[in-house]
């Protein structure tokens, strides 16, 4: 297996720009694995595919501020420090661009006004971390999320007018510096048309890190340095999903953060309780613990979210999905249309 077995061509003219209003009517993809067969439908349709004791499992974490916009105290060069993961009061893992000359030490102001009064803040780098990563230190932290700005992908290039269009309707915990995708086509209306057809509506956290934001450059899959990222199922979670498996009734996941979540949760046989951060690259071949169908954007190539999508269905069959997709005008990405596989 190498990297290049998930790549794929996508005309830049595929890559949605501006998210579908409302939110539920994007495009759906059905994938049925058992026959090898697809269907094309609206996402609001999605209730047809669903059982009455079915359970629908979301990612509530929300997207932070975390792109900050400074410049270098020595040069006056612009500087975007991107925030990753908190180490402690004022202390942030980061993405800095560009990052190949920010050495230790380099000291970047962030000003701005807010309320009539002119603020500032000084971020200094003071360790490289891994990946290119660096470790800043902030003079407030308070301010942090008064001057930051929520981060769109960069294949995004339209500026977004309504910033909680890039949240999910039930975001809840802080945490993320990219949404979980999948969740941006539900509408509290299709949730309550959920739950009145008896489906069960189950909320864990995981908060989205680097791996989003970094493709997969090396050529064995195995030897790509998955990046953890913090998440947390609770005891009455854990319990419902449970329930839910001893009926015999379907575990649906509402995006890949939501399966990895699930399944790292399940790493010793059973959905236990958990609270960490975790670390698990599935991969074609993983065995899956816990899902029994998947909710999903179209994502990247060569992507980890790409190798996911294709260790639940097959890689063959997700690419040639794929070119259906662009076939047919579906539209890729964060903003883009969903699949739901079976």
């Known amino acids: 297996m190498k990297t290049s077995d998930f790549d794929y061509h996508l005309p830049a003219e595929h890559i949605a720009q ?63 420090i991107l925030l990753l993961r908190r180490l402690g009061n004022a202390l942030w893992e980061t993405l800095v661009y560009p990052g190949r000359k920010t050495a230790v030490g380099t000291r970047i102001k962030i000003t701005s006004r807010l309320d009539d009064i002119d603020v ?46 890039y949240q999910t309707v039930y975001a809840e915990i802080n945490g993320s510096v990219a949404a979980p995708t999948a969740g941006l086509h539900f509408t509290p209306r299709l949730l309550n048309e959920l739950q009145h057809k008896g489906i069960q509506l189950a909320f864990v956290t ?4 680097l791996d989003t934001f970094r493709p997969v450059r090396v050529d064995e899959p195995s030897q790509h340095p998955i990046h953890k990222e ?13 329930w839910t498996k001893k009926r015999g009734k379907k575990i649906i996941a509402v995006g890949t953060s939501t399966a990895r979540m699930l399944e790292a949760a399940a790493q010793a046989g059973t959905i236990q309780p958990f609270a960490g951060w975790i670390d698990l690259f599935i991969l074609p ?40 997709a662009k076939n047919l005008g579906y539209r890729f990405y964060s903003f883009g249309d969903a699949m739901l596989i079976f």
């Open 18 to 80: 501006i998210p579908t209003e409302p939110r539920d009517r994007s495009r759906l993809m059905i994938i049925h694995r058992n026959t090898n067969s697809l269907e094309h439908r609206y996402f609001y349709e999605i209730c047809n595919y669903l059982q009455d004791g079915d359970t629908l499992v979301f990612n509530n974490s929300r997207v932070i501020p975390a792109r900050i916009l400074g410049q270098r105290e020595d040069s006056g060069a612009k500087v975007e």
């Open 120 to 165: 500032k803040l000084i971020a200094e780098v003071i360790e490289h971390g891994e990946n290119g990563t660096r470790v800043v230190s902030f003079s407030e932290e308070s301010l942090l999320e008064k001057l930051g700005q929520v981060p769109l992908p960069p294949y995004i290039r339209t500026t977004l007018t309504e910033p909680e269009r």
């Open 206 to 209: 995981l908060h989205i890190g």
């Open 230 to 242: 913090y998440g947390e199922i609770t005891s009455e979670v854990a319990a419902l999903l449970t």
């Open 285 to 324: 071949g993983y065995k899956f613990r816990v899902i029994d169908a998947l909710v999903t954007n179209f994502h990247l190539p060569r992507s980890t979210l790409l190798m996911l999508v294709s260790a639940f269905a097959s890689r063959d069959f997700i690419l040639r999905a794929y070119e259906q």
